[in-house]
């Protein structure tokens, strides 16, 4: 079954601080998979995405994600998060149509 | 670029009547658009799939009598609540996807129907 799991509902982290959200997926094929951000009441941004190649890819806005297929995951990382950062972030695999995990809730302390 | 836009924002109405929702492609063509329902503090379900100039395909579970969806040219998808109920507030989110190599899908703004 296609199904994409993110395992932390909410994750609070200092600002400054590093951070990895994590994103599990379940997939047959070589997986296409995306990162994306939604603030309050807005839609998706798009931060990052994988489709092949270098397993390390660099996003928007200082964020990267690893692919690492052994593990068949795709975890969301940033050196040191901002304020601004806080929002809730979706892991997506595209499988012709777009499957979301349920989205982790960042909260940023100062 | 791969701006999407929708139409309205935001908008309240009486149970019983119908509400249309736009999503613009603004400045790609989109031959494919996607319509998404979004609960509070939950994650996106899709709930149909607008190809231009054929009909939507819907997910299982959504009812396409309720929920119309007319992609009648490349840049304009639209939603179209009939009879709607208090149980069709939700925010309703539309992406696009460019047509010719990516499977990117970029998205709307996303529109907060509350039925009263």
């Known amino acids: 079954a296609q199904s994409v799991t993110q395992p932390d509902i909410h994750i609070t982290v200092s600002e400054g601080a590093s951070l990895e959200l994590r994103c599990n997926y379940s997939?047959?094929?070589?997986?296409?998979l995306f990162w994306y951000v939604q603030s309050p009441g807005q839609g998706l941004q798009l931060l990052l995405k994988?489709?092949?190649?270098?397993?390390l890819v660099q996003g928007i806005k200082g964020f990267e994600a690893e692919f690492k297929r052994s593990q068949s995951s795709f975890n969301l990382r940033k050196p040191s998060v901002h304020w601004s950062d806080a929002a809730e972030y979706f892991c997506?695999?595209?499988?012709?149509?777009?499957?979301f995990g349920t989205g982790t809730r960042l909260q940023v302390f100062p | 670029g791969a701006v999407v836009s929708q139409h309205p924002s935001r908008v309240i109405c009486k149970s019983g009547t119908s509400v249309k929702i736009e999503c613009r492609s603004l400045?790609?063509?989109?031959?494919?658009m996607f319509w998404y329902r979004q609960f509070p503090k939950k994650s996106l379900m899709l709930m149909a799939t607008?190809?231009?100039?054929?009909?939507?395909?819907?997910e299982q579970g959504v009812e396409k009598d309720k929920f119309l969806i007319n992609h009648a040219s490349l840049t304009l998808s639209t939603l179209t609540v009939t009879s709607a109920h208090p149980e069709d507030s939700s925010f309703y989110i539309c992406?696009?996807?460019?047509?010719?190599?990516?499977?990117?899908?970029?998205f709307g703004p996303g529109t907060r129907l509350t039925v009263l």
């Open positions: 992406s696009a996807r460019l047509p010719v190599g990516t499977d990117t899908q970029y």
């Open positions: 997939y047959g094929a070589t997986p296409y």
């Open positions: 994988y489709f092949s190649g270098d397993t």
């Open positions: 997506a695999l595209d499988t012709d149509k777009l499957i």
């Open positions: 400045d790609f063509q989109a031959t494919t």
């Open positions: 607008s190809n231009e100039g054929s009909k939507a395909t819907y």
